[in-house]
């Protein structure tokens, strides 16, 4: 038997990690003094509103130790766990993961994949392994099939305000200042395990996802059939719902899933951010 775990930042839906039996390993988020389980007892609009009134990013750490072992001792009986984290140039997840296991004496047992994304980039190599345990693969194939498909994974959001991005250090006051006079949005791509910034584009928001699609359509259809997210930290339904319309049209994908980002992906890029993920050809 073989067990598929991700930490909280992957944000699959309730409903994908129901039809797979996922379980989640919950990362940290930091509200001054108040801790909160990532997932559990604060929502992302909830984090919004405390780190406007207090001009700040809150603080967002790896799971602790005692969560990852609790998790772990409930699947003694699996032949081997796959635990999928976010890139570790983001986070020690991953190595938090590892230790748990081998104080638990089941280091043989775990894998950790760094996923070397985040957010639904982690969720196509879950989905992935999911239907590879479904077919009856071994745990080293699936491995080896992740491993290869890890460089392959097109995770890019458009940003709508450059607010929570300086708030959390990742652009000057000055960028932030100019981005909400000139309309700029920001694109972010995940490469190599980093957030890097890509082009810039300028005007209403729905005008510039267009334009954001309008550039991943060639990648988009050489695509991997199986599957594309939509995430998004809050965008109005019209957005969403256009951005799915336009993925429809292309008649490629055979599931596109809509997901909102969690509250730790949601703490560092703020509201109103959105992304199309996917597994380019290899």
Not at 34 to 45: A, F, K, S, V
Not at 235 to 250: A, H
């Amino acid at each position: 038997m073989i067990k598929i775990l991700s930490d909280s930042t992957s944000d699959l839906s309730k409903d994908l990690l129901e039809e797979y039996g996922i379980d989640i390993i919950p990362l940290h988020i930091l509200l001054g003094n108040e801790e909160y389980e990532d997932g559990e007892g604060i929502t992302p609009d909830e984090i919004y509103a405390w780190s406007d009134k207090n001009d700040t990013t809150p603080k967002t750490s790896a799971p602790s130790m005692e969560k990852v072992a609790d998790i772990l001792s409930r699947y003694r009986e699996y032949d081997d766990i796959i635990i999928f984290v976010i890139s570790e140039e983001m986070s020690s997840s991953g190595n938090i993961c590892r230790l748990a296991a081998e104080e638990l004496g089941m280091e043989d047992k775990v894998h950790v994949v760094d996923s070397r994304s985040l957010s639904t980039g982690i969720g196509l190599l879950i989905l992935k392994a999911c239907s590879m345990v479904r077919e009856g693969k071994s745990c080293d194939e699936i491995l080896s099939a992740v491993s290869r498909a890890i460089p392959y994974v097109r995770a890019s959001f458009v940003v709508d305000t450059l607010v929570y991005l300086h708030r959390g250090g990742r652009c000057s006051g000055l960028a932030a200042m100019a981005g909400a006079v000139l309309k700029l949005h920001p694109r972010i791509n995940v490469k190599e395990g980093r957030m890097l910034p890509g082009k810039k584009y300028r005007g209403h928001l729905l005008r510039v996802i267009k334009e954001y699609e309008n550039d991943l359509k060639e990648e988009l259809l050489k695509a991997e059939k199986d599957h594309v997210f939509i995430t998004h930290s809050g965008c109005d339904d019209g957005t969403v719902m256009e951005v799915r319309s336009y993925l429809e049209s292309l008649g490629h994908f055979e599931s596109i899933h809509i997901t909102r980002a969690g509250g730790v992906i949601s703490s560092h890029c703020g509201p109103g951010t959105l992304g199309i993920l996917f597994i380019s050809e290899h």
